[in-house]
């Protein structure tokens, strides 16, 4: 089963980087599309970025373009979200999340979250 545990955030200046880390504790990531979403409180869960299962497809939204960049390392059990060029409004906790490779499925395995936080 999957079991995602994410990493990495901290507190970073505007323009600083970050890189967060998703491992599956299941083993069973490498049949999943992953996601990145984030959420401030107040707000409703924001998509950040996904990856197939192959690694080969990859999608941003366009607050992030150009700045992060998913990757993963099926070998390894992780999915990572590598992010340049912080802003203030990039501040939220991060989440992982685990789908079917088929596109448009619902995300169904959810990380507990790892905080970012962005001053200005």
């Known amino acids: 089963q999957v079991q995602l545990v994410e990493s990495g955030g901290g507190l970073v200046q505007a323009g600083g980087s970050l890189r967060l880390s998703c491992v599956d504790s299941?083993?069973?990531?490498?049949?999943?599309?992953m996601g990145w979403f984030r959420q401030v409180p107040g707000k409703e869960r924001e998509f950040v970025a996904r990856?197939?299962?192959?690694?080969?497809?990859?999608y941003y939204t366009d607050s992030v373009k150009g700045r992060f960049t998913i990757s993963r390392d099926n070998a390894k059990n992780t999915v990572y979200l590598s992010m340049t060029d912080l802003k203030p409004e990039d501040t939220a906790v991060y989440y992982c999340?685990?789908?079917?490779?088929?596109?448009?499925?619902?995300?169904?395995?959810w990380g507990q979250g790892t905080q970012v936080t962005v001053s200005s």
């Open positions: 990856i197939s299962w192959s690694g080969t497809y990859t």
């Open positions: 999340a685990a789908r079917l490779p088929v596109e448009g499925s619902a995300y169904e395995y």
């Open positions: 299941g083993r069973a990531i490498s049949t999943y599309a």
